[in-house]
Each structure stands twice: as structure tokens, then as C-alpha cells.
């Protein structure tokens, strides 16, 4: 047999070798299996048309073959890197098919040997499978949310931890409900985006994009106002953001006032944000009328409170001064210097 050729005939079984693997470690989602499926085929392919050059005595396809291979490799390659992110990605998902799989501790990514005595580079044009860092911490620290995989984060404290200032039922249908309907409004919307981009077509652009930041942002807002208050809230802040506030508003008082009375007089549904800003390099509140139409874009929220009145209306009815007035016994102000002390890492030119 022709060198050339067994080593394509040994390359493909090394790739079908990884799918068996990929398969057996760790459940895939449906996107990565997807793929996985197309590699298996093109390895099976690859590895058939290879032995069939050899039986036919007809190497003229032969070079064709190798650079299809390598680009199928190089792919691969990417495809794995893909599927360690994808694995970090979902561990909620997997465990559901936890019966298929044999220990969780293997490292998933790193086998089988990449066979590099059988493919040797000078040979076939085909590079060496590369190496996966063997810790994953740098690929934790970076991990993105993938399109349409944002998750409802659970509540830091119980449903009625926030008593008697936010009641249990409104705590229940603000997070349970309202806050997972943002989570799964802004997935449809990231997911339907994408379509948009595969097909070309983006006649229901608007519309999505309009879903993409009303969602989004309530995303977002709630995300920041669930840990921002905790049954061991109250009293003043500290540190940093206490200094910072007395520089900007003169007292804490004086800041509270404000707050209060710009989250009272919000137009209809909205929220009062406390944010810094890293070009003015100093604090300021903001109300959203509209959570979708945020005007500073360049700030980043500190402190958020929900004055919808979803937030209180089963407990206050329409006093949302009361709601406002009791909610400062539970503002959670440690979690509001975290926020503080890594936006202050933003520095953008002053203008
Ligand atoms: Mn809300």
C-alpha cells in the first residue's frame, strides 16, 4: 500500500476515533452533534475514497485527498476547541443524559494520542493535532454566553428573605416569571438574529432588534437588582463608594433624596440607576422611563431599583413612595462597591 494513502486511511480513523470519544465522554448539545455527525461522515468518506485510490492503483486523487484533509483538520480543530467551550458551557443540559457516560473526571478533550508517529508532518501536509491546555481555568475565565444561552439566575436569598419590604408573591412572579420570560424573550430574539444572518434575510430586522434590547435589558437591569438587596441590607455604604458618593452628592443623605424622589416621579414603568461613569469619572442617577431606551450608554449600572409596578403592586398598590422608602432597608451596599470598585477599572477619554 501506498504511504501516502495509509496515512490517510490512519488519519481517518484517528478523527473517528475522537467522535467515539467526544460521544462517550460527555453529551454534546444538538448544534455541536450536529457537526460532529458531518465530521464522522467526512472522515468515513475521506478514509473510503483512500482505500479505493489504493485497490484501484490510481493515486491521481490522491493529492485532492490530502488537501481536503487538511482543511477538514484544520476545521476539526476548531470544532474542538468549540466543543471544550461548549462543554464548559452546559453543565445543566448534560447531566440529563448522565446515564451514557462513564467517569466525569476523565479529561474529555485531551484523548486519545493524536497516532503523531503514523502521520509524521514531512510526509503528508496535514499539521499535528494541537495540544488543549490541560487546565481549563483560562477558558472559564473568558467563557462568553453563547447566541441564545442566557440563563435566569437563581435568587441569592429565599423568596421571602426581603420581608416585609418586598412580599413573597411579587418576589415569585418577578423572578420566577417576568425575569425568565426577559431571559427566554432575549434568547428567541439572539437566536433569531442569527437565523438572520445564515439566511440573509432581515425583513423582521426591527422587530428583533426591538425584542433584542426591551429583553435585554430587563435581562440585565434584573440581574444586577437581586443581589443588590439581601435580608442583611440597609444602612449606608462604605469604603470607596461612601467617599465617592460625598464627593459627588455632597452627603449620603443628599444621594438618597435623590434617588428616591428620581425613582418616585419615573414616568409610567422604569427604574432609577445608580451608575458610574469612566469618562466623567463620577457617579450619577439615572432613570430608565422605558428600560429599552437607556440615553448613557457609556456607564455602567451600580445600583438598580424596579419601580414597574410588578415590583410592588401587590403589597403597596400605587404607593411606590412607600415601596421606595422601605426598599433602602434592604439595598445590599457590599455588592454595590463590588460594581463600583471594578467599574473605577474603566478609564475612557474624558469629553
Ligand atoms: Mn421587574
Avoid: C
Avoid at 6 to 13: A, G, N, P, R, T
Avoid at 225 to 254: Q, V
Amino acid at each position: 500500500m501506498d504511504e501516502q494513502t495509509k496515512h490517510l486511511l490512519d488519519w481517518s480513523q484517528w478523527g473517528r476515533q475522537w467522535i467515539e470519544h467526544l460521544r462517550k465522554s460527555k453529551p454534546l448539545g444538538r448544534e455541536l452533534e450536529r457537526h460532529l455527525h458531518k465530521f464522522e461522515e467526512t472522515f468515513t468518506q475521506i478514509g473510503r475514497k483512500a482505500s479505493l485510490l489504493d485497490a484501484n492503483k490510481n493515486s491521481e486523487e490522491l493529492p485532492a485527498l490530502l488537501f481536503k484533509a487538511e482543511e477538514v483538520q484544520k476545521q476539526f480543530h476548531h470544532f474542538l476547541r468549540l466543543a471544550q467551550l461548549q462543554e464548559e458551557e452546559l453543565p445543566e443540559e448534560t447531566t440529563t443524559a448522565s446515564e451514557a457516560q462513564p467517569a466525569q473526571s476523565v479529561p474529555s478533550i485531551q484523548e486519545p494520542e493524536p497516532i503523531p508517529e503514523v502521520i509524521p508532518d514531512a510526509i503528508i501536509a496535514i499539521p499535528t493535532p494541537i495540544a488543549y491546555p490541560s487546565t481549563r481555568e483560562p477558558v472559564r475565565v473568558a467563557r462568553p454566553v453563547g447566541v441564545g444561552r442566557h440563563t435566569l439566575p437563581p435568587l441569592p436569598y429565599a423568596y421571602n428573605a426581603l420581608e416585609p419590604y418586598i412580599d413573597e408573591a411579587t418576589m415569585h412572579i418577578h423572578h420566577d416569571k417576568l425575569h425568565q420570560k426577559y431571559v427566554d424573550d432575549l434568547n428567541t430574539a439572539e437566536r433569531k438574529l442569527a437565523e438572520a444572518r445564515n439566511s440573509g434575510n432581515f425583513d423582521l430586522i426591527r422587530h428583533w432588534e426591538r425584542e433584542l434590547a426591551f429583553n435585554g435589558a430587563g435581562h440585565y437591569l434584573h440581574t444586577i437588582f437581586w443581589p443588590s438587596m439581601s435580608p442583611n441590607g440597609g444602612g449606608e455604604p462604605s469604603g470607596e463608594l461612601a467617599e465617592a458618593i460625598n464627593r459627588y452628592f455632597g452627603s449620603y443623605a443628599a444621594f438618597q433624596k435623590q434617588f428616591s424622589q428620581a425613582a418616585e416621579k419615573v414616568e409610567g414603568p422604569g427604574w432609577a440607576i445608580l451608575v458610574w461613569s469612566p469618562r466623567a469619572q463620577h457617579l450619577e442617577i439615572l432613570t430608565a422611563e422605558k428600560h429599552q431606551n437607556l440615553s448613557q450608554w457609556d456607564v455602567v449600572p451600580l445600583l438598580v431599583l424596579d419601580v414597574w409596578e410588578h415590583a410592588y403592586f401587590l403589597l403597596y398598590q400605587n404607593q411606590r413612595d412607600k415601596y421606595i422608602e422601605g426598599w433602602w432597608n434592604i439595598v445590599y451596599w457590599p455588592y454595590v462597591l463590588e460594581r463600583y470598585t471594578q467599574a473605577r477599572k474603566l478609564r475612557w477619554e474624558p469629553h
